[in-house]
C-alpha cells in the first residue's frame, strides 16, 4: 500500500539541470548536423550548375564539349587550388592508345580526399591505307606524343564528368536531370503537410 501512495519523484535542483544541459546538448548537435547537411547540399548544387555556354566548344564530328582546359581551371576554382592527377593506367590496344586517369580533390565541406575515375583513348596517327595489324611499321614518327595527352585529355574529362554538370556531365545528352537537392525537398513535403493538417 506504501507503494501506490508514494509520488513519482521529479528531478530536482541539479538533476534538473543535468537533464536540460543533456537536452542543449541534444539540439545544438542536431543544429550542428542540419548546418552541415544544408553547407554540403549547397556545394553540389555549386557542382551541378550548367557550364558556362561561352566555355562549351563543338567538335569538327558535331558533338559538343568542354575542353581540358577550362576543366582544369573550373576544378582548380571550386575545390581552392586543392586538385590532383594521377595516370592509373596506360596501354596501346591495336592502334590505339587507352589511358585511365584519376583526378583526387579535397572536399572543401567534408575535408575528404575524394576520387574520380575516368577513361579515355586516342587512334595513333599512321599513313594511310595500312592494315591495323601493320601499323607499327607506318605509325607517324610523333604518333605517340600526340596520342598519349589527347587520350590523357579525354581520361581527364571524364572523370570530371562524374563531379557534376559544371564539368559536362549532361553536355550531349538527351535528358538532363537537374540537381535539386534533399534538404529543399524534405522541407516542401513537410510545407505540404502542414497546408494538408
Known amino acids: 500500500m ?43 548544387k555549386l557542382l551541378n550548375y550548367a557550364p558556362n555556354p ?8 558535331g558533338y559538343l564539349y568542354l575542353p ?6 573550373d576544378l582548380f576554382k571550386m575545390f581552392f ?9 596506360s596501354e596501346q590496344i591495336f592502334n ?13 565541406v567534408l575535408n575528404q580526399w575524394l576520387n574520380y575515375d575516368g577513361v579515355g583513348s586516342s587512334v595513333i596517327q599512321q599513313d594511310a591505307n595500312t592494315k591495323v595489324m601493320d601499323f607499327h611499321q607506318f605509325k607517324k614518327p610523333n604518333a605517340m606524343q600526340l596520342a598519349f595527352p589527347k587520350a ?4 581527364i574529362k571524364n572523370a570530371a564528368k562524374k563531379i557534376g554538370k ?15 537537392g534533399f534538404i529543399k525537398a524534405q ?11
Open 2 to 44: 506504501e507503494e501506490q501512495n508514494k509520488e513519482v519523484e521529479q528531478p530536482q535542483g541539479g538533476e534538473l539541470q543535468k537533464v536540460e544541459e543533456k537536452q542543449e546538448v541534444a539540439r545544438t548537435e542536431a543544429q550542428l548536423k542540419m548546418e552541415f547537411r544544408s553547407q554540403l547540399e549547397a556545394f553540389t
Open 54 to 61: 561561352k566555355k562549351i566548344a563543338k567538335h569538327k564530328q
Open 68 to 73: 581540358v582546359s577550362v576543366v582544369e581551371k
Open 81 to 89: 587550388g586543392m586538385v590532383q592527377y594521377e595516370v592509373l593506367k
Open 96 to 108: 590505339e592508345i587507352l589511358v585511365t586517369a584519376r583526378i583526387k580533390v579535397l572536399h572543401p
Open 152 to 155: 590523357y585529355a579525354e581520361a
Open 166 to 180: 559544371r564539368f559536362g556531365a549532361d553536355i550531349n545528352r538527351d535528358i538532363e536531370d537537374n540537381y535539386e
Open 187 to 197: 522541407k516542401e513535403e513537410k510545407k505540404e503537410e502542414e497546408t494538408v493538417n
